[in-house]
T-cell receptor
């Protein structure tokens, strides 16, 4: 069975601070995909990134960056110079190579204060 | 283009009644998924449709839950004899191909009284 753990249930930062959201996963598959989704107060899940298990290159998209390390089974997400609009619940998720449903972590609620 | 749409956005029903929730995926997406989100259980997978293959029903919590997908497009999730523990937000997602990014609809908030 696979599992995704987001140990930080809630993080509060002041605007312009950098913040890292942790994600640790468990799977026995060698082929899998990792995702991050954002759920703003409006409720709709917004896709942020997908990464396959064979690509450990870090990715940067504007103020967002992701660090994938297979050695520690982690896929952490960093927001640089956070903004109030970044306030949301962020979910890390895993898709097994043999199945296509997302297994979600419990989510991290990020609050960015002005 | 249009995203995933779901209807109704809110549904209040009495315990024991049947409900139907609808999902319109993004046009051309072959894969369709149902999930539910509740305070106690987080985000849980329910069922997955891929093309004309038999659906993966491994996440359905009981035989009161069923779903179908007609013509490879619209899907309906049916909950029979609703119970209070069925109260949750039911989310639909679609993806262009297996393993692709899943795009979510706004959800249906179901309240069983």
């Amino acid at each position: 069975a696979q599992k995704v753990t987001q140990a930080q249930t809630e993080i509060s930062v002041v605007e312009k601070e950098d913040v890292t959201l942790d994600c640790v996963y468990e799977t026995r598959d060698t082929t899998y995909y990792l995702f991050w989704y954002k759920q703003p107060p409006s409720g709709e899940l917004v896709f942020l990134i997908r990464r396959n298990s064979f690509d450990e290159q870090n990715e940067i998209s504007g103020r967002y960056s992701w660090n994938f390390q297979k050695s520690t089974s982690s896929f952490n997400f960093t927001i640089t110079a956070s903004q109030v609009v970044d306030s949301a619940v962020y979910f890390c998720a895993l898709v097994r190579g043999a199945g296509n449903m997302l297994t979600f972590g419990g989510g991290t609620r990020l609050m960015v204060k002005p | 283009g249009a995203g995933v749409s779901q209807s109704p956005s809110n549904k209040v029903t009495e315990k024991g009644k049947d409900v139907e929730l609808r999902c319109d995926p993004i046009s051309g997406h072959t894969a369709l998924y149902w999930y539910r989100q509740s305070l106690g259980q987080g985000l849980e997978f329910l069922i997955y449709f891929q093309g004309n293959s038999a659906p993966d029903k491994s996440g359905l919590p009981s035989d009161r839950f069923s779903a179908e997908r007609t013509g490879g497009s619209v899907s309906t999730l049916t909950i029979q004899r609703t119970q209070q523990e069925d109260s949750a937000v039911y989310l639909c997602a679609s993806s262009l191909h297996p393993f692709g990014e899943q795009y979510f609809g706004p959800g249906t908030r179901l309240t069983v009284t």
